[in-house]
């Protein structure tokens, strides 16, 4: 397997030394190049080929992180060169090059797929530039699974270039994925992040036609059926008895305070001591940037008074929503629900047990259609979701119509507007 570390050459009048990378594969190659990069000896792990923590050395982690993505940058494009012959110091040396500069191997006869293909390439390095943060991995997976459709699209019909993404392409896409059975929403995904493609290539000079930008070119979407649990299914689960499953009873109690906090998933490990003050947690959403204080919730409390103050490890989101399903159907959440979705133009409707349905998001919907219900003011709620809009708000709200009708019911009746009529 082929590996990456990192290693400095120093003499007794180092003030910097140069951070070196070593990319070796058993006895086909070993090889060194320069990563442009700088640092004191004395914050040098030697034997770990990493840097070290010292608190004086404020810069340790972005230049750690820089570290990493070199490494993982490297590695990728070992994977994706056919030839590995060609693996010599000179690929090395040109594989850092295009890690610092991608644009500068962009020609401009670029294809659409090629353009892609360097756009998920170098996907990890990219900066989502609403919260300064690296693209997450959900996003990258996104752009992967879009290019595999496009492909297998290209197979049935022809290679698309830039030139060809018009209104024609866009009702023969949509309907390609359609025969896919995709649903209305996932295909509305493709098209987005396909745009996203063709927006970053115009942006770069490398795309010049625009027809895509068209407002009938659009993303489409439908209302999609979700689940969330009530407050009593909530209790329900946080008082079902998991101590012979450990394991389990971690998942539980990270959604039962997910359903609590309003906090996506990727966001539950921020909440450590140094982020609670007083009553609230205060922090960072990863996702768009967004600073949130969230009132603790007495259930809150305890769980992370049962962990120290801290949740524990997280593991990935999949085996996490694996085994939500496992701990809803043993607490018995297992009321029918009734999805509705649109496949080849037509809407099915089919029935679950919740436990079948309930993933890491539930929670999010849980939180906002709960305090919705308990009419705490939408603002309120937002200002806890860090949803940014009323409309992407609402689509969280899993109210029905006679629940939404009792809230009003309720409002007038607690200010005296309503009245009874007389027999």
């Not at 946080?238 to 450990?246: G, I």
Request: charged share 30%; net charge positive; hydrophobic share 35%.
């Amino acid at each position: 397997m082929a590996k990456a570390k990192f290693f400095i050459r120093t003499s007794q009048k180092s003030k910097q030394a140069n951070i070196r990378v070593r990319f070796y594969h058993g006895r086909l190659f070993d090889l060194t190049a320069n990563t442009t990069k700088q640092i004191k000896p004395e914050f040098w792990n030697k034997k770990d080929g990493r840097i070290r923590q010292r608190a004086e050395f404020t810069e340790a982690d972005n230049l750690q992180k820089n570290l990493d993505k070199i490494s993982s940058f490297i590695l990728e494009q070992y994977n994706i060169t056919p030839n590995k012959a060609k693996i010599n110091k000179e690929w090395l040396n040109l594989a850092i090059d295009k890690f610092y500069n991608p644009n500068k191997y962009l020609q401009d006869n670029t294809t659409l797929f090629g353009y892609i293909q360097h756009f998920i390439n170098n996907s990890k390095t990219r900066i989502n530039i609403r919260t300064g943060n690296p693209i997450c991995y959900k996003m990258r997976r996104e752009y992967a699974v879009t290019f595999d459709y496009l492909r297998k699209y290209s197979k049935e019909y022809s290679e698309p270039d830039f030139i060809d993404i018009d209104m024609e392409f866009y009702q023969q896409f949509v309907d390609f994925l359609r025969k896919k059975e995709l649903a209305i929403n996932t295909i509305g995904k493709k098209i987005q992040t396909l745009k996203i493609f063709l927006n970053a290539a115009t942006e770069q000079g490398i795309n010049k036609y625009q027809k895509y930008k068209s407002r009938n070119f659009t993303a489409l979407s439908e209302e999609s059926d979700n689940i969330y649990l009530t407050k009593a299914e909530l209790k329900q689960l946080y008082n079902f008895d998991f101590s012979n499953k450990p394991y389990l009873e971690r998942v539980r109690d990270k959604f039962i305070v997910a359903s609590w906090t309003g906090l996506r998933y990727s966001d539950l490990q921020q909440i450590t001591p140094d982020r609670i003050n007083g009553d609230f947690i205060e922090l960072k959403q990863k996702k768009t940037g967004g600073k949130v204080v969230i009132p603790l919730h007495f259930t809150v409390k305890e769980i992370l008074s049962k962990y120290e103050g801290a949740l524990p490890k997280p593991i990935s989101n999949q085996k996490y929503n694996q085994y939500l399903k496992e701990v809803a159907k043993l607490a018995g959440i297992n009321e029918i629900f009734s999805k509705t979705a649109s496949y080849k133009g037509m809407k099915h409707e089919k029935k679950f047990p919740k436990y079948e349905l309930i993933s890491s998001h539930t929670a999010r919907r849980a939180f906002c259609t709960n305090a919705y219900k308990d009419n705490i003011p939408t603002l309120a709620i937002m200002a806890i979701s860090g949803h940014k809009t009323e409309q992407a708000f609402l689509k969280y709200i899993k109210a029905d119509g006679k629940e939404h009708a009792e809230k009003v019911l309720k409002a007038w009746q607690e200010s005296g507007d309503f009245m009874k009529v007389a027999n």
